[in-house]
């Protein structure tokens, strides 16, 4: 059995020790993260299908793809900041916008058709679609998630709240944490060493996985 996980630099593992000075498969993701400590642990055999950088709908389209395989696999999913934007450019090659990039179309993306509210929105529908599609797949699966703002309420004064606040309602019962916290600010409360790419490093993972252990284990016994 495998264990798979999604998201972005945090689960891939950017700034840790085996992916910053890995000489033979440069760019490869790290063995160091919380995932791949768990897989290691369980003797799962470790898949990271995580890409630093990249935004939610593009997670979501891995977790379909993936989902989609007869490759039976325990799913580790961390949810991403809801502000990037993922699309296909005319080379047919996805590109990820995000607010930290100067370019001629990061700024007009984000100067003239960002906005959070329909940041919120596409990123609750891109979780929730991943929730039903595991569940018809009987796939058992762990979420976490970088972004607060993923489950803020909209404004009632501007927007009909129900076309999101009831899939907030009930993704969030799928959405874990660290002791309310998201990974990187759970690693500060405790003193993990970040990088100055704000990467928790080898401690903060270690203890992620143990922190997260027992809720594998439960999936796996249900599986």
Sequence with gaps: MKLKSF???????????????NDVIP????NLTWPALIAKDKKLIYECNACPG???????????SQASLDDPAVFIINWTWIDR???????EQWITLRPSVDDDISRTYFKHLHSQIKDIITSVYAV???????QQKKIPFVMTYMDYLLLEHI????????????IQNKVKNFLG????????????????????NWHPLEQAHQAAAEYMMPKIDAILHIA
Excluded: E, M
């Design 155 to 166: 404004d009632p004064n501007w927007h009909d709240p129900k076309y999101v606040s009831v």
């Design 54 to 64: 990249i935004g939610n709908f593009k997670i979501l389209c891995d977790i379909i």
């Design 128 to 134: 929730n679609t991943a929730i039903d599609f595991l």
């Design 27 to 30: 760019f490869a993701f790290s």
């Design 85 to 91: 934007f993922d699309f296909v450019n005319d080379s």
């Design 177 to 196: 944490d660290f002791d309310g916290k998201n990974f990187i600010d759970w690693s500060r409360d405790n003193g993990f060493a970040i990088s100055g």
């Design 7 to 21: 998201g972005c630099s945090f689960v891939y593992g950017s700034d840790l020790s085996d992916q910053v000075n």
